[in-house]
């Protein structure tokens, strides 16, 4: 059936996004946000209680509250920056009412950011310099946090402003690099480094190729439901507000569902890694170490420890470890140049762990004074293993790979965790804001990007490709951006169909997706060189 065409410089039938629910949604709104900042603050309390930290200065807490409450405020912006998306296509096929579809998208990203695995949150924390991770508890520590997190904020509102669906995950991801630029530059003499760029280009061909999949897989799924789906109403567009026949909004409302909950379990880690350096950096007795590991796992974490070390001997063509084992194994993990001691490096790295946890009995027993180098010496060991096993430049056997696969596992299981109290402010965060700020990019979703109405089907090919996508990245640990996958998808759908494209929209859209990596390294960049001197 041929769509109704609408001129390129009307607008579609615009949903009625004001229905009189404001008081309704406003009551939701601060009672959320009041039982996230008392649960917040009660976790934070009791964690720090519980292990035996001490007084901690009025200072420490906060620079730990400000901090939390930046983290958390980049969330809530992501949340109306991006959840717009997920539910611009059931508003615009009338399958949800406005207020029915932010809230419903709300809490399928709350549940999503809740059963979300960690490994995207501690993937993009792995493009920092090492020593920012390693020296968190400094001033530096903080000026970089704080750095990315407002560099990222102030783009991402700025997007907003515009109406342009911009990716949170490009923003976030070039505020780290311009991070780790600036702290190279700024220690040239010291030869200190700056981006993990293996890293940054795995991360930033998953953010360049998935605009690209969006937009040809659901083209090519709208193909393929016109050729083998012979259901008119499924290629019409909607009736004034007349809801579509009952199995299409289903599936309307399905896909809205799937992309809200996958939204919330990629987009949501990436405050989350960001959140434990705060903790870390502020309270490191409480949060360096995985405290809640079951003694029961404390001799298998031995054992594989003193297997790794054996390892790593026996490749090592008996060269003898340096002095300064650590200092080797930070070399190795900032310019991951294998030379004759790293090996040793790493196993005699590997043993020492092993011998302080045998010799505190757990990690809930290690000292306060020791937390932070136990800890350390964990990461730098994960991060070594990482990269030798990317490398391929060393021929273990089997049972030696296998040996270190489990030794980094356990290491990474005792260092990368995420408390499940912070799991669910960051929901609450994202979920708040989800109601919030999203008419301006629904409405470039639902009428600019093509030249016609929404159509079911084409709302529905965009949300599903959109799911498929963000779901799987999920799972490979690699960040996505919502936005991209599905303002792609729904360009995808149009060409598709021949609806035509709205180029003006398109080309404000492309230039803010352009500019967002130089415009957040520069942003953040400077304000770390300019933090860098306050909290110096």
């Known amino acids: 059936m041929t769509l109704i065409a609408i ?14 629910s404001g008081k309704m949604g406003l009551i939701v709104f601060v009672g959320l946000l009041i039982v996230g900042v008392v649960f917040a603050a009660f976790s934070v309390s009791s964690d720090i209680a519980a292990s035996h930290t001490g007084t901690v200065a009025i200072g420490a807490y906060f620079l730990l509250g400000l901090a939390l409450l930046i983290a958390l405020g980049f969330e809530f912006v992501n949340g109306f920056h991006d959840t717009a998306n997920a539910v611009a296509t059931v508003i615009y ?6 207020t029915v579809a932010v809230l419903w998208s709300g809490l399928w990203n709350f549940l999503g950011v809740l059963v979300s695995s960690g490994a995207v949150a501690f993937g993009i924390i792995s493009l920092l310099p090492v020593e920012l991770i390693l020296q968190v508890s400094g001033g530096t520590g903080f000026a970089m946090v704080f750095a990315l997190l407002i560099a990222a904020i102030i783009w991402n509102l700025g997007t907003w402003w515009l109406g342009l669906p911009s990716s949170s995950s490009h923003t976030l991801i070039g505020s780290i690099i311009g991070v780790g630029l600036a702290n190279q530059l700024m220690r040239l003499s010291s030869g200190t480094s700056g981006v993990d760029w293996g890293k940054a280009k795995d ?15 659901a083209a090519i799924l709208m193909v393929v439901l016109k050729t083998l789906v012979k259901a008119p109403a499924l290629y019409k567009e909607p009736v004034g507000n007349k809801p579509p026949p009952l199995l299409i909004r289903g599936l309307l409302v399905l896909t809205c569902t799937l992309v809200s909950f996958f939204h919330g379990s990629n987009d949501g880690q990436k405050g989350m890694g960001l959140i434990m350096l705060i903790l870390i950096g502020t309270v490191p007795t409480a949060y360096a170490l995985n405290r809640a ?14 297997q790794a070390d054996a390892a790593l001997i026996a490749s090592g063509h008996g060269v003898a470890a340096p002095a300064d084992a650590r200092g080797a194994v930070t070399a190795y993990v900032q310019s991951h140049t294998l030379t004759p001691t790293t090996l040793p490096a790493i196993a005699a790295l590997s043993a020492s762990i092993g011998d302080q946890v045998q ?47 489990d030794f980094r596992k356990s290491l990474d299981a005792s260092t990368k965790f995420i408390p499940n109290w912070v799991k669910v402010t960051v929901a609450i965060a994202l979920g708040l804001g989800t109601m919030v700020g999203w008419k ?23 949300e599903i490709v959109a799911a498929a996508m963000i779901g ?27 609806s035509g494209l709205q180029w003006g929209t398109l080309r ?29």
């Open 440 to 462: 301006r990019i629904v409405i470039t979703v639902g009428e600019k990007i093509g030249k016609t109405h929404l159509t079911y089907a084409q709302g529905a090919s965009a």
């Open 293 to 306: 590991m079951p003694q029961t796992e404390v001799a298998h974490f031995i054992a594989i420890a003193h």
């Open 93 to 98: 096929t009338n399958a949800l009412p406005p």
């Open 472 to 498: 799987a990245a999920d799972g490979f640990g690699l960040p996505v951006s919502t936005t991209h996958v599905l303002s792609s998808g729904v360009a995808g759908t149009m060409t598709a169909n021949g």
């Open 508 to 536: 404000n859209m492309l230039t803010a997706w352009v500019l967002t990596l130089p415009v957040s390294i520069l942003l953040s960049g400077t304000l770390f060189f300019v933090f860098s001197r306050v909290f110096g």
């Open 359 to 405: 010799r505190y009995g757990n990690l809930a027993a290690v000292p306060a004074g020791s937390t932070a180098n136990v800890r350390n010496d964990m990461y730098l060991a994960s991060e070594a293993l990482r990269v030798l096993d990317k490398s391929r430049t060393v021929p273990f056997s089997d049972a030696q790979a296998a040996s270190l696969k």
């Open 7 to 20: 001129d390129a410089g009307a607008s579609p039938k615009r949903p009625n996004f004001d229905n009189g």
């Open 203 to 217: 991360i930033g061909s998953s953010l360049l190729l998935s605009p690209l999949l969006g937009f040809a897989c």
